[in-house]
T-cell receptor, first 112, second 114 residues
Framework: TQLLEQSPQFLSIQEGENLTVYCNSSSVFSSLQWYRQEPGEGPVLLVTVVTGGEVKKLKRLTFQFGDARKDSSLHITAAQPGDTGLYLCAGVRYNQGGKLIFGQGTELSVKP | DSGVTQTPKHLITATGQRVTLRCSPRSGDLSVYWYQQSLDQGLQFLIQYYNGEERAKGNILERFSAQQFPDLHSELNLSSLELGDSALYFC?????????????FGPGTRLTVT
């Protein structure tokens, strides 16, 4: 059983479309991070959200942390081929140090 | 470039063998984490060290061990290797050990057990 459920697992869209990736759990997290990973490389940190209800924007990417700190979403506006990659959400639970729990990932393909 | 370095980048070995993976954290980071990424399990936390001391443990097999040295680099030792140990192994580092410290990942070591 996955503690963090990501959906969808695969997404193939055309350049210019908008998309949203969801990360859900029944557990409460002290913080949640979003990473992007290219094939054969390490995950690259995009953002960290720590406050329930928090919204962070990074150019065309908008990240939201749920009020109850159990879920998060990543919204991409006007997707570009350069956005192609594996998007991973990862949460840190209270009293578990820095142990990151990862979702299964969303494989995004943006076609020109 | 995250500033975290890992060697080697690729490793091919036979079942039953032992290997050592090495990680150097970002300058100034005291905490090192090891993760395993496989197709069926995704990214799984193995173990965390902070300033030389083990801080947290995940689903790390008894055949696996790790340590962090005084210069803060870390090594992950995998022994009695099995085919199922083939995976990408990532090291990450952070300034501190707690929940509010962001982790930065290295490029990984791809281990293939034949």
């Amino acid at each position: 059983t996955q503690l963090l459920e990501q959906s969808p697992q695969f997404l193939s869209i055309q350049e210019g479309e908008n998309l949203t990736v969801y990360c859900n759990s029944s557990s409460v997290f002290s913080s949640l991070q979003w990473y992007r990973q290219e094939p054969g490389e390490g995950p690259v940190l995009l953002v960290t959200v720590v406050t329930g209800g928090e919204v962070k924007k990074l150019k065309r990417l908008t990240f939201q942390f749920g009020d109850a700190r159990k879920d998060s979403s990543l919204h991409i506006t006007a997707a570009q081929p350069g956005d192609t990659g594996l998007y991973l959400c990862a949460g840190v639970r209270y009293n578990q140090g820095g142990k990151l729990i990862f979702g299964q990932g969303t494989e995004l393909s943006v076609k020109p | 470039d995250s500033g975290v370095t890992q060697t080697p980048k690729h490793l091919i070995t036979a079942t039953g063998q032992r290997v050592t993976l090495r990680c150097s954290p970002r300058s100034g980071d005291l905490s090192v984490y090891w993760y395993q990424q496989s197709l069926d399990q995704g990214l799984q936390f193995l173990i965390q060290y902070y300033n030389g001391e083990e801080r947290a443990k995940g689903n790390i097999l008894e055949r696996f061990s790790a340590q962090q040295f005084p210069d803060l680099h870390s090594e992950l030792n995998l022994s009695s290797l099995e085919l199922g140990d083939s995976a990408l192994y990532f090291c990450a580092s952070s300034v501190g050990a707690g929940v509010r410290y962001e982790q930065y990942f290295g490029p990984g070591t791809r281990l293939t057990v034949t």
